[in-house]
């Protein structure tokens, strides 16, 4: 197994909740939110340029658009947005303002459509999708904290964390109907809690754990090949970008860390950095309609 220790931060921002990073291959910048505070956060990698829009409602995650702008996941549904003209109207209300559940991590799959987890209280919680028609599907029910999820690169495997069981499980996916089957355990860590993930393109899963203080890498059988040792207990997620497509971003947080405690972990809640040797592919973009 391959140890990586990193020491700094690639940027300090020192987010809430930092989460949903995405490689916008277009631009060559690198997005994610605070979801707590309702930032989008917009990067250029190359020279450290940081720009950041407050849209005034807790984001769960983004999705791309072609023309670059974005589909919000809010604590009470879905909006539109983009740096020019902000944040439009809610076309679908979901759950209303105040609910215990509220959108939480987020991916567009090979056909469009965006699969979107929701948090709250034990059970309480689901997988959705929502298909370029703008209809909204149950995907998986009874979760806890729907997390991190992706696809194999032959899109025969679909993964997905419960946050809430410590757990990602292994579905079989058929990419002609989005339906999944033959549910298993896929990896439990030994200390923490795995959280957003990114697949890269030989199939390996890269894999955020909270409350471990490290990313993980995992083979296909669920073994772990490389960890790479942070200086922050709380990890988000992660997403791999860059011209070349193998520099891992992680995301982090601050959420719930004692405040005597941050003096120790100053970089909490900052952007981290890493190379690595296998390249991540591009994200999918949205063919919704709205």
Known sequence: ????????????????????????????????????????????PRNKQLKSYNV????????????????????????????????????????????????????????????????GPRGKSALYMLDPAGTLELKIPDLTISNGLDWSPDLKTFYHTDSGDQAIYRYDFDVNTNSLSNKNVFF??????????????????????????????LNQDGEVLTEIHLPVPRPTSVALGGSNMRTLFITSATDGIDVLDLFDQPMSGDLFAVNVKTPGRPPNRLKLNM
């Open 1 to 44: 197994m391959k140890n990586i220790r990193v020491q700094d931060s690639f940027i300090k921002v020192g987010n809430s909740l930092g989460e949903s990073p995405l490689w916008d291959q277009q631009t060559q910048k690198l997005l994610w939110v605070d979801i707590n505070h309702g930032v989008i956060h917009n990067l250029n």
């Open 56 to 119: 005034g409602n807790k984001i769960g995650s983004i999705a791309l658009y072609e023309d670059e702008s974005l589909l919000l996941a809010t604590d009470t549904g879905f909006s539109n947005w983009n740096k020019t003209t902000g944040l439009e109207a809610e076309f679908l209300p979901v759950f209303n303002s105040g609910d215990p559940v509220m959108f939480n991590d987020g991916k567009v799959d090979a056909n469009g459509n965006f699969w979107i987890g929701t948090k």
């Open 188 to 217: 439990k860590p030994k200390t923490g809690t795995p959280d957003g993930l990114t697949v890269d393109i030989e199939g390996n899963l890269w894999v955020a754990i909270w409350d471990g203080y490290k990313v993980v890498q």
